[in-house]
């Protein structure tokens, strides 16, 4: 941060002149013409030292900076304006946005005095519980020079703390916007000490792929969880990878670089440090570094032994027969996953997808997948399911979204018993002292509020080699209207994983009744779980040693499965019954074919067990 003794391209004494001076000539600039005697305000005053405004709400005259970026599109247009004097409070950010509404004309460089009213906006709205934005909005603009120097404050590792947030206050139902920033030792404190201010990183190692809207995620600490593959890995809910860092682009989306994970962004990006609805604190660069690609490669897992069954869970992201990755999944499933024997595929949409007509089968979505799969190479797979009821299992609407059992006859055959429908519970049995079925396929207690709008669970009966296996097919309740990581409520509020809560009671007591008719079955509950292998959903699944979560048998470098916001995670599982786990002879596989990569054609990696019943 520039010191307290910088040049300033004005004096402040001298503001109500400029302006007046100014005023017959500032070409393109929204003149005012302040009172001399008017009390001039700066931009740290303006931000304080707590993260909304002490001035919130007030008119401000004469606030003096320097425009270090300019906003032409979108619904947030304006430029970002910051003090070239700062204060000896490392607190207090410099800069701050001024909302023009319309494409402000001002040019990097320029300085500028702005009058106008101070206001807190919250991008997502009140009810997101995201932190709120300092702004000078309905504005007044006079430009007083031209190609001024721009200050800048570099972000790197050193400089952002370990620690990432101190606990809300409780009297304020957890809310950290009234606790004075320690910007040394917090890191969300440290980034809002930055707030509006011109920042710079150096050399920074992607950790979530750019996507359509011109956005990626870096890393300005590159040993913080560090993935085998150049990712940043979500540990546990009190890791939250500090050195995470969204980078937006003040260009076209034409000009934001492809970029996978592990790639580079070489030299400096540089430019104002915002806070947006998707992603919290953003380095909207005027300046964006150059990619230096690391050739990441899609992954492909072993092909299972003749005595290994293949199981594999999939999400494949509402595929309908209008889609265009028909090809690019069943090349995912035959090259990359090797033709698992059984794959459990989640986001299955019916035959004409979102067209809300009362439509519920999906045959034809699945004869165009098994027909792909043949055309790549691989097995003549056949398939089981049950239709929803129309609209009544979440996801897109029309859609009717579901989990499908794939498998090949070849290897393994389905054990069909009648009476599996979308409303039925199935039960549990006992044949000759086994435990069987009483509908297969069959869904798991539809009938239970824990699945209320919310994908039912599939349950189904396998032979393979003769022994039994159950498989349990799961598509649990999303994290839509969790708190952001950047909330400010801290910790944040993880509404959802309410319902996932009682959904993995609900599917961990039906894995007990399997056990309690035969504890040595062999059970294998799969899926995306939308639910870390160290969260209560899964402490709840595992409950009673009924289940493990497999992917914890990975190195911790390689569990993940999905990618968002720079944290590489588990959301898709493999959990296995203690028959399977005692055992120690199965292997298990996070095959990374999507969540790293650009050109995704799912935002999930999936999941492969082999393991010899």
């Known amino acids: 941060m520039p010191s307290k003794s910088a040049q300033s391209p004005f004096s402040r004494s001298r503001l109500a002149a400029i302006a007046v001076a100014v005023a017959c000539g500032a070409s393109g600039a929204v003149v005012a013409t302040a009172p001399a005697h008017a009390a001039a305000v700066a931009v ?30 979108g619904s947030s247009k304006g430029f970002w304006l910051q003090d070239t004097a700062p204060d000896a409070d490392p607190a207090t950010s410099e800069g701050v946005f001024v909302f023009t509404s319309s494409a402000p004309t001002v040019k990097t460089g320029d300085a500028v005095t702005v009058s106008g009213t101070v206001s807190e906006y919250v991008p997502g709205g009140a009810s997101s519980g995201n932190q709120s934005l300092t702004e000078i909005t309905k504005p007044t603009v006079t430009v007083v020079s031209s190609g001024n120097a721009v200050p800048v404050t570099t972000i790197d590792a050193k400089s952002v703390p370990a620690a990432y947030t101190a606990a809300g206050d409780p009297a304020a139902n957890g809310s950290v916007n009234g606790l004075p920033l320690q910007p040394k030792k917090y890191a969300l404190d440290y980034y809002e000490s930055l707030e509006g201010q011109n920042v710079r990183i150096g050399s920074s190692r992607v950790v979530t792929a750019s996507d359509a809207y011109a956005e990626l995620w870096v890393t300005v600490k590159p040993h913080e969880n560090r993935t085998k593959r150049g990712g940043t890995r979500y540990a546990s809910y009190d890791a939250q990878n500090t050195g995470r860092l969204q980078i937006q682009s003040l260009g076209t989306v034409a000009d934001f670089p492809t970029a996978d994970v592990g790639d580079v962004l070489s030299g400096t990006t540089e430019g104002p ?62 090259d990359h996953l090797r ?8 986001e299955i949409q019916d035959n004409n997808g979102a067209k809300n007509d009362g439509t519920v089968a999906a045959d034809a979505t699945m004869k165009k997948l098994i027909d792909a799969i043949a055309a790549a190479g691989g097995p003549a797979y056949d398939w089981r399911s049950i239709d929803p009821v129309d609209n009544q299992d979440g996801g897109e609407p029309g859609g009717n979204i579901r989990q499908v059992f794939l498998f090949n006859p070849e290897r393994v055959s389905f054990t069909d018993r009648a009476g599996g429908d979308a409303t039925t519970p199935v039960g549990v049995t006992s044949e000759k002292g086994r435990a069987a079925l009483t509908a297969s396929p069959g869904r798991i207690d539809p009938a239970n509020d824990a699945w209320k709008s919310s994908r039912k669970p599939l ?81 709840r699944l595992e409950d009673g040693g009924a289940l493990w979560s497999a992917i914890k048998s990975l190195p911790k470098s390689e569990r993940y499965t999905y990618d968002y916001q720079g944290n590489s995670q588990v959301l898709d599982q493999i959990l296995i019954s203690p028959s399977i786990r005692v055992k120690d002879s199965f292997a298990y596989d996070s095959v990374h074919i999507n969540s790293e990569f650009h050109d995704q054609i ?10 010899r019943p």
């Open 44 to 73: 740290h005053d303006i931000q304080g030292n707590t993260r909304t405004s002490p001035l919130a709400g007030q008119q401000v005259t004469d606030v003096a900076g320097v425009v270090t970026g300019v906003r032409t599109y």
């Open 602 to 611: 799912s935002d999930h990696d999936p999941q492969v067990l082999r393991f």
């Open 459 to 539: 349950a189904g009966e396998f032979t393979f080699r003769g022994k039994t296996v159950f498989v349990i097919a799961n598509h649990f309740a999303s994290k839509g209207g969790d708190q952001a990581l950047t909330s400010q409520y801290q910790p944040p509020t993880r509404s959802s994983e309410t319902q996932r809560h009682a959904q993995a009671t609900s599917v961990n007591a039906f894995v007990k009744d399997i056990l309690k008719v035969q504890r040595s079955a062999a059970v294998v509950t799969l899926g995306d779980i939308n639910d870390f292998e160290f969260s209560g959903t899964a402490q």
């Open 339 to 346: 033709s698992p024997d059984i794959v459990s595929l989640e």
């Open 273 to 334: 440090l915002d806070f947006n609805q998707y992603g919290g604190y953003t380095l909207v660069a005027r300046e964006l570094g150059t990619l230096a690609p690391a050739g990441l490669q899609r992954e492909t897992t072993r092909a299972q032994k003749s005595g290994e069954l293949a199981v594999a869970t999939y999400n494949v992201e509402n595929l309908d027969p209008s889609d265009a990755t028909f090809e690019e999944h069943a090349a995912a499933i035959v």
